[in-house]
């Protein structure tokens, strides 16, 4: 079982709409996930807008992907260096860190996601 960036189990992210590398709700990563869908957020018109520019358009449904398309407010498993750019860009979404897979640390510090911890 993986941990989370506390140092404990990994909890889900979210199951509406199912989230995550493995689309298992949450956060896993492992050898096949070359982005690293660690950091579970809460996404932002900001940070969709920003992701969007940046080329990976997650608002937008993908019904061949089973993909719904994120709106404001949606939990999703974002790639851990994506949320690192939209932090250094001043648009970060807000971080579950009970769900966010110690993974992420490797591209982002504990206290850059813990200034953004949810409520």
Not at 3 to 15: D, I, Y
Not at 77 to 97: F, H, S
């Amino acid at each position: 079982m993986q941990k989370n960036v506390l140092g404990q189990p990994l909890r889900p992210c979210s199951h509406d709409p199912v989230t995550g590398f493995y689309r298992t709700g949450s956060c896993e990563s492992g050898p096949d996930d070359v982005g690293c869908h660690a950091v579970c957020s809460e996404v932002t018109e900001e940070f969709l807008a920003f992701s969007k520019m940046a080329g990976n358009d997650l608002s937008t449904p993908r019904p061949e992907y089973g993909f719904p398309g994120l709106q404001p407010g949606d939990r999703w498993c974002v790639c851990a260096a994506r949320w690192k750019e939209a932090y250094d860009a001043g648009v970060a979404p807000p971080v579950i860190l009970q769900a966010t897979s110690s993974a992420a640390l490797e591209y982002v510090s504990l206290e850059e996601l813990q200034q953004h911890a949810a409520g």
